[in-house]
């Protein structure tokens, strides 16, 4: 394929990425993106992407890769002598009150300036 293929092809060449233009498509009651294949293994995206907005622009990346994977089966092997034994020793801790719990939580003013 021609250098000229691979960037009509989908907007690389030589790894680099080149401006390209997609269309927005009604796609049931939503939209879709639709970008070439070469485009998304380029970027590492997969069948879920995780999708924000930074000063009005669409941002897509790679989905996280989800950080508790395997707990569900991890905690399934933990001994239920270990589990026992750790509810015992935060009996007291559940136990304590808290001091927001009688004040309400409130977020902090000024914490965020982003609109969403």
């Known amino acids: 394929m021609?250098?000229?293929g691979i960037l009509v092809g989908g907007g690389l060449r030589f790894g680099?990425?080149?401006?390209?233009?997609?269309?927005?498509?009604?796609?049931?009651?939503?939209?879709?993106?639709?970008?070439?294949?070469?485009?998304?293994?380029?970027?590492g995206l997969g069948a879920e992407v995780s999708v924000t907005?930074?000063?009005?622009?669409l941002v897509i990346g790679p989905a996280p890769t989800g950080a508790r994977i395997g707990w569900a089966e991890a905690s399934q092997n933990i001994p239920q002598e270990a589990l026992d034994r750790d509810y015992e020793e935060l009996q007291a801790f559940r136990e304590m009150p808290e001091e927001?719990?009688?004040h309400g939580w409130q977020w902090?003013?000024?914490?965020?300036?982003?609109?969403v």
């Open 100 to 102: 927001w719990d009688a």
């Open 16 to 43: 680099y990425l080149w401006p390209m233009h997609a269309r927005i498509e009604k796609m049931g009651d939503g939209f879709g993106l639709r970008l070439p294949k070469r485009l998304l293994e380029t970027c």
């Open 53 to 57: 907005v930074r000063d009005k622009t």
């Open 108 to 115: 902090p003013e000024g914490c965020s300036r982003e609109k």
């Open 2 to 4: 021609s250098w000229l």
